[in-house]
């Protein structure tokens, strides 16, 4: 991975209203040097209005915004210093390949042998040197997300902001660029604060994950630490799936609590999160693939209503005896167990996590 050259971006204290309405809480959430930092969350959740915030296209009702270690709270967009990659590519239709990355350095009164140098690298990089003389409008939707990639690089910005740039793609193709911007972040070495709220990207590209919920963050973390060890139920069924028991806390002790669950007629012991307080209505969330199917009793017993084929997994969907849902997703198919057989549901206790409700 290339050094970073970008440099960090900070909010302090950072909240939004509109017409009395607040869309974003006082937020505290800094992106280092070089990292790759998603805001996830769903419509309304606040991430694209920190996005605008940093570019400077809102002002925001409080706080500030810092790059480095300058304050840019009331500094014009254009003086920022930021690049910037939008979902529509907002690409001049009147001007090639070449003539669309080289925009940025050209308005900032770059020389032109700096500034084709520039070109060239860019295009290299995003694999479009190639096309550098064909008009945009002679371009695949893939191609023309890497020119808007290539112009975003060409301007060797501080940091890049990029708001949900994949969206006008097919699952397909968002599934390769997700590896090509990962690939570009890691070999150009910018800052990159990537918005979205599609859950698969974000654990592929993201070195840290920040996601949103009514203009708040609510946890933020490493991908694989929001996945495995979620704060909330909002975080476990946002992030993937998950089963989800309800209960009442028992015990909190030593970084695990116990769970009294009266849909599995049992206790449950699991990692504990933040904010569990014994005698409080909470929940343990399991994520399907942890859950294995036995022949035996298993911690619960269930009968399976649907087994379902999904190539290299298959999913069973067991009802319980109190009437709730278990998933379990499965590499290899639970041996002797069929559809309408009863089955053994069982987990690791360090897989499963028991969350405040």
Known sequence: MAEPVGKSLEFRGVAMAFDGQTVVQPTDLAAAAGEFLTLLGPSGSGKSTLLNIAAGYLDPTAGTVRIGDRDVTTVAPRHRNIGMVFQNYALFPHLNVRDNVGYGPKVRGVARAERDSRIAEALEVTQMGPFANRPIQALSGGQRQRVALARAIAARP??????????????????????????????????????????????????RIAVLQDGRIAQIGTPEALYNRPDSRFISEFLGESNVIEGIVRE????????????????????????LVVGAPAACVVRPEHVRLVAGLGRVRGRVRERIFLGEITAYRLVLPGGGEFWSRQMTPAEGITRDSEAGIEWAEEKARIVPL
């Open 252 to 275: 909190v002790s030593g970084g695990s609590a116990v769970l009294e669950a009266d849909t599995l007629g049992t206790r449950v012991t699991a990692g504990a999160a933040e904010g």
């Open 158 to 207: 501080d940091v890049i902001l990029m708001d949900e740039p994949l969206g006008a793609l097919d699952r397909q193709l968002r599934k390769q660029m997700q590896l090509e911007i990962r690939r570009l972040h890691e070999s150009t070495g910018r800052t990159t604060i990537y918005v979205t709220h599609d859950q698969e990207e974000a654990l592929v590209m993201s070195d």
